[in-house]
T-cell receptor, first 112, second 110 residues
Framework: KAGVTQTPRYLIKTRGQQVTLSCSPISGHRSVSWYQQTPGQGLQFLFEYFSETQRNKGNFPGRFSGRQFSNSRSEMNVSTLELGDSALYLC???????????FGPGTRLTVT | GIQVEQSPPDLILQEGANSTLRCNFSDSVNNLQWFHQNPWGQLINLFYIPSGTKQNGRLSATTVATERYSLLYISSSQTTDSGVYFCAVEPFNYGQNFVFGPGTRLSVLP
């Protein structure tokens, strides 16, 4: 069974631009969560989608948004990029919304 | 919200040594996972262990949910064990997703 995939793997953007990251969960998994990892703040939860509905949301500004499609693939969008948005963005999936999470390889975003 | 602490923050070992990593959490949890993050950033699942004891080769883990801690044991360490080990908990009070600890950075020297 294929694992969680994320695209793109690396991205360089300029301050003020917007970016969209994509995540494909393990086949059959309906829950997708997004996390941001920075050296200063560690791993922080952004949001979780389950069956196309946002179920949980972390403490991030409204510039961070996401969505989930009927095939469980998810995208997250960051608008008006700031230098502090430079981070590794990790996506995780799990089957029913409870239980063990499996992570993708991440997208490393650099904002210049 | 729930607080997750990991100790020690850094650990340097000689190849072949054993080690114990600890994770303390401040509230009841539904789930607990241990991960190893490799140098490329990938989080690799080690254990899904909300309670009890599990073993996988040279690694084992124990979670005592009533006392709010979990331990990860690494025996006969190898250089490939180097990296950062994270504990992540999902609070019992649903509405919060996984909360990660700050990690333990392990360096295994040849």
């Amino acid at each position: 069974k294929a694992g969680v995939t994320q695209t793109p793997r690396y991205l360089i953007k300029t301050r003020g631009q917007q970016v969209t990251l994509s995540c494909s969960p393990i086949s059959g998994h309906r829950s997708v969560s997004w996390y941001q990892q920075t050296p200063g703040q560690g791993l922080q939860f952004l949001f979780e989608y389950f069956s196309e509905t946002q179920r949980n949301k972390g403490n991030f500004p409204g510039r961070f948004s996401g969505r989930q499609f009927s095939n469980s693939r998810s995208e997250m969008n960051v608008s008006t990029l700031e230098l502090g948005d430079s981070a590794l963005y990790l996506c995780a999936s799990r089957g029913t919304g409870f239980g063990e999470q499996y992570f993708g390889p991440g997208t490393r975003l650099t904002v210049t | 919200g729930i607080q997750v602490e990991q100790s020690p923050p850094d650990l340097i070992l000689q190849e072949g040594a054993n080690s114990t990593l600890r994770c303390n959490f401040s509230d009841s949890v539904n789930n607990l996972q241990w991960f190893h993050q490799n140098p490329w950033g990938q989080l690799i699942n080690l254990f899904y262990i909300p309670s009890g004891t599990k073993q996988n080769g040279r690694l084992s883990a124990t979670t005592v949910a009533t006392e709010r801690y979990s331990l990860l044991y690494i025996s006969s360490s190898q250089t490939t064990d180097s990296g950062v080990y994270f504990c992540a908990v999902e609070p019992f009070n649903y509405g919060q997703n996984f909360v990660f600890g700050p990690g333990t950075r392990l360096s295994v020297l040849p």
